[in-house]
């Protein structure tokens, strides 16, 4: 199969589906890089106000607009991004009369930035090839913050001449995006993600509690130990939050509970055993119970205090 013709210019003509906390900042990413942004929001007013902000933040010649549907977000479009959901919501703005499928040109691709099961990566990369399509399962991590800043890790599966056609114009919004196999490669790594982040997060928790009994200064232990073998990300970013009892940084619980749902259901599919996994999934419906769904993932220290 043939991918779409792309000349050696730094603009494309792009269509971004899905204007939530990471695909808005994203899309306005594309723009500000001089690529020509089409958008899709299922919320109309989200889509008009994205082109209200970023419109005049394109180079001389290019352009932001939005559509109604995602069909048409797409025609004419080298490359089509997307970040929604779930599983079921990439179904519906990539398959049927007005999904992406039905309105990209052959040869183009797909990149699908959600956080879904590998299951659907493939189901969706088969249906795109026997289209003349490709589909790139392209998960991200870092957050908000990293949608904001154009810095976001992309772990990515699918074929790897279409990985290679998209990366220059991702690399708008990307720190790396990392090509690591066949089809649905991209999600499973996310879920390997996940899973790090999950023990990560407890094992914080259970720490900070334990020092708080113990009577330490948790800002100053925490100044000492991150200069030592318990250093990680989650220490730097949200150890002194979490003693601050501070939780409005993000990722929301009900996001990684759907997340480590992807991780438990696959687990079943391979055989892999993870016992910590599927128990602090369980503290994280605690945490949802308290009233927690839309705290940030390290606010699990509740159910210590």
Same mark, same amino acid.
């Given at each position: 199969?043939?991918?779409?013709?792309?000349?050696?210019?730094?603009?494309?003509?792009?269509?971004?589906?899905?204007?939530?906390?990471?695909?808005?900042?994203?899309?306005?990413?594309?723009?500000?890089?001089?690529?020509?942004?089409?958008?899709?929001?299922?919320?109309?007013?989200?889509?008009?106000?994205?082109?209200?902000?970023?419109?005049?933040?394109?180079?001389?010649?290019?352009?932001?607009?939005?559509?109604?549907?995602?069909?048409?977000?797409?025609?004419?479009?080298?490359?089509?991004?997307?970040?929604?959901?779930?599983?079921?919501?990439?179904?519906?703005?990539?398959?049927?009369?007005?999904?992406?499928?039905?309105?990209?040109?052959?040869?183009?691709?797909?990149?699908?930035?959600?956080?879904?099961?590998?299951?659907?990566?493939?189901?969706?990369? &088969?249906? @795109?090839? /026997? %289209?003349?399509?490709?589909?790139?399962?392209?998960?991200? *991590? +870092?957050?908000? !913050?990293?949608?904001? $800043?154009?810095?976001?890790?992309?772990?990515?599966?699918?074929?790897?001449?279409?990985?290679?056609?998209?990366?220059?114009? &991702?690399? @708008?919004? /990307? %720190?790396?995006?990392?090509?690591?196999?066949?089809?649905? *490669? +991209?999600?499973? !790594?996310?879920?390997? $993600?996940?899973?790090?982040?999950?023990?990560?997060?407890?094992?914080?928790?259970?720490?900070?509690?334990?020092?708080?009994? &113990?009577?330490?200064?948790?800002?100053?232990?925490?100044?000492?130990?991150?200069?030592?073998?318990?250093?990680?990300?989650?220490?730097? $970013?949200?150890?002194?939050?979490?003693?601050?009892?501070?939780?409005?940084?993000?990722?929301?619980?009900?996001?990684?509970?759907?997340?480590?749902?992807?991780?438990?259901?696959?687990?079943?599919?391979?055989?892999?055993?993870?016992?910590?996994?599927?128990?602090?999934?369980?503290?994280?419906?605690?945490?949802?119970?308290?009233?927690?769904?839309?705290?940030?993932?390290?606010?699990?220290?509740?159910?210590?205090?």
């Amino acid at each position: 199969m043939n991918l779409r013709s792309y000349e050696l210019t730094p603009s494309r003509k792009v269509a971004f589906l899905g204007l939530g906390v990471m695909g808005y900042p994203m899309a306005g990413h594309l723009a500000r890089a001089g690529h020509q942004v089409t958008v899709y929001n299922r919320t109309a007013t989200k889509s008009e106000a994205w082109c209200a902000e970023y419109t005049g933040a394109t180079s001389q010649n290019c352009s932001v607009n939005h559509a109604p549907t995602p069909r048409q977000a797409v025609q004419g479009a080298d490359l089509v991004f997307c970040c929604v959901g779930n599983d079921d919501d990439l179904r519906s703005v990539v398959l049927g009369d007005d999904g992406a499928f039905a309105g990209m040109p052959r040869g183009s691709i797909l990149v699908d930035h959600t956080t879904a099961s590998a299951n659907v990566a493939r189901e969706l990369h &088969a249906l @795109a090839t /026997s %289209k003349g399509l490709h589909f790139v399962d392209a998960p991200v *991590s +870092g957050g908000q !913050a990293g949608a904001q $800043n154009g810095a976001l890790t992309v772990m990515c599966g699918g074929d790897l001449p279409a990985f290679e056609a998209a990366k220059p114009v &991702a690399m @708008a919004f /990307s %720190k790396a995006f990392t090509y690591l196999g066949e089809s649905g *490669s +991209g999600q499973l !790594a996310k879920m390997v $993600n996940q899973i790090c982040i999950a023990g990560l997060v407890q094992g914080l928790a259970e720490a900070i509690a334990f020092g708080d009994k &113990a009577g330490l200064d948790m800002n100053l232990v925490l100044d000492v130990i991150g200069k030592g073998a318990a250093q990680s990300w989650q220490l730097d $970013n949200r150890g002194k939050t979490m003693v601050a009892d501070k939780f409005d940084f993000g990722f929301a619980v009900d996001w990684m509970r759907k997340d480590l749902g992807l991780v438990l259901d696959e687990a079943k599919r391979n055989g892999a055993r993870l016992p910590a996994t599927a128990l602090i999934d369980q503290f994280y419906a605690d945490v949802q119970q308290m009233g927690g769904r839309r705290w940030d993932t390290s606010s699990l220290i509740r159910r210590l205090k």
